[in-house]
């Protein structure tokens, strides 16, 4: 399984470790660490010398009850960070937006991945992203980070609501011109879930790969983390991150999300031994 990213390629036939950088002040775990240009590219070395295999860059928080930031302040966030890793590293580059003119941006600056927690439904982002010919992640949401956590019902299993909304979503892609070879999806932990909810969906994450697209997993340092630890910190939370993020390797997902790559991209490479042996005997 290998995935086109622009000029290179990722090989997705065993998990893959994405490792996050937050360029805000505001995000839940590390908001304010990376926000200047030399201190993010010192952390984007930091985190491919400790294993990354691909680089998330986000502009925005989508954290519970984040506000939302002007376009411009994004792309003045974003773009210079992506523009620099492009030219200075060897890695596959992810860009975590919604917004169609930082795609645009993104994408002109050297990125290979769009990552939009919103699906690309906001104005103009799927037809930017069919243009790009990048691969795109697409991600289950209910309601809007101001409010995705105010008690969230569903009328059916998590699993279930989950699976049909990102077939629906793959659909509507297809019919903007991007083929599933282009597509990956994320069940969304932590965005629109209860810790109920996100804890059956761990449990039932098999049932998403029958939609035959590479799962990207992301629950590093979340609150279903520590509300299953006790660890208040999100900083933290590592050991139940990385127990989180093998859970997801081991049942099937192909990149994992994460804010400690170094410990995950360590107990990743115990997985891929562990799925390796079993493909080959």
């Known amino acids: ?33 990376f926000n200047s240009l030399d201190r993010a590219l010192k952390r984007a070395e930091q985190l491919l010398l400790d294993g990354a295999d691909i680089l998330d860059i986000g502009g925005e928080s989508t954290r519970p009850g984040a506000a939302p930031v002007s376009e411009q302040e994004e792309l003045d966030r974003v773009i210079p960070v992506v523009a620099a890793i492009a030219e200075r590293l060897d890695v596959a580059i992810s860009v975590d937006t919604s917004s169609a003119q930082v795609m645009q941006a993104s994408a002109a600056a050297g990125a290979h991945l769009l990552n939009d927690v919103r699906s690309f439904t906001r104005h103009g982002a799927l037809d930017v992203a069919a243009a790009s010919g990048l691969p795109i992640c697409i991600m289950h949401m209910k309601g809007e980070p101001q409010v995705m956590q105010q008690a969230p019902h569903y009328d059916e299993p998590i699993e279930e609501a989950v699976f049909a909304f990102l077939r ?96 995950t991209a360590e107990a990743i490479r115990v997985v891929r031994a562990t799925l390796k042996e079993g493909s080959e005997g």
Do not use: W
């Not at 399984?1 to 994405?18: A, H, I, Q, T």
């Not at 997993?217 to 609150?223: C, E, F, Q």
């Open 168 to 263: 629906q979503q793959v659909i509507r892609c297809e019919a903007a011109g991007i083929d599933q070879g282009r597509i990956l999806i994320d069940p969304g932990f932590g965005f629109g879930k209860s810790h109920e909810h996100n804890y059956r969906l761990l449990n039932r994450l098999e049932h998403l790969r029958s939609l035959g697209l590479p799962v990207l997993a992301g629950l590093s340092r979340k609150r279903m983390i520590g509300e299953a630890t006790g660890v208040a910190g999100a900083d933290q939370r590592l050991l139940g991150s990385v127990a989180g993020a093998v859970i997801c390797a081991m049942k099937g997902a192909k990149i994992l999300r994460v804010h400690d790559v170094r410990e």
């Open 1 to 33: 399984m290998e995935l086109k990213c622009g000029n290179r390629s990722l090989d997705l036939s065993l998990p893959r470790v994405m490792g996050i950088l937050n360029v805000t002040p505001d995000s839940f775990s590390d908001g304010g660490c």
